[in-house]
């Protein structure tokens, strides 16, 4: 059982930064696929960025060039900068750990960009 904890969400105006951070417990963390995901109100949850063990990443086209994931295996901690942030960034972010079938979800941060 993994249990993450995401942390960093706020108000902040268009153009603006924001770092999320996702603690996970345990003491597996480096060998777990991490990655994060958003939920605007009406919409699909989807993928806007993943990390594997081997830290190879892969990012939605909409934030590529404006969002850096990145994992501190020594802390347990996965990341999300953001930067540039648009009012179509706005939704609530989660954090996702996966090991083959084992998927492990995050209670979510809200991110609300806006001026």
């Known amino acids: 059982q993994v249990q993450l904890v995401e942390s960093g969400g706020g108000l902040v105006q268009p153009g603006g930064s924001l770092r999320l951070s996702c603690e996970a417990s345990?003491?597996?963390?480096?060998?777990?696929?991490m990655g994060w995901y958003r939920q605007a109100p009406g919409k699909q949850r989807e993928l806007v960025a993943s990390i594997s063990r081997g830290a190879s990443t892969n990012y939605a086209d909409s934030v590529k060039g404006r969002f850096t994931i990145s994992r501190d295996n020594a802390k347990n901690t996965v990341y999300l900068q953001m930067n540039s942030l648009q009012p179509e960034d706005t939704a609530v972010y989660y954090c996702k750990a996966q090991l083959t079938v084992r998927t492990y979800w995050g209670q979510g941060t809200q991110v609300t960009v806006s001026s």
């Open positions: 345990g003491n597996s963390f480096s060998i777990y696929t």
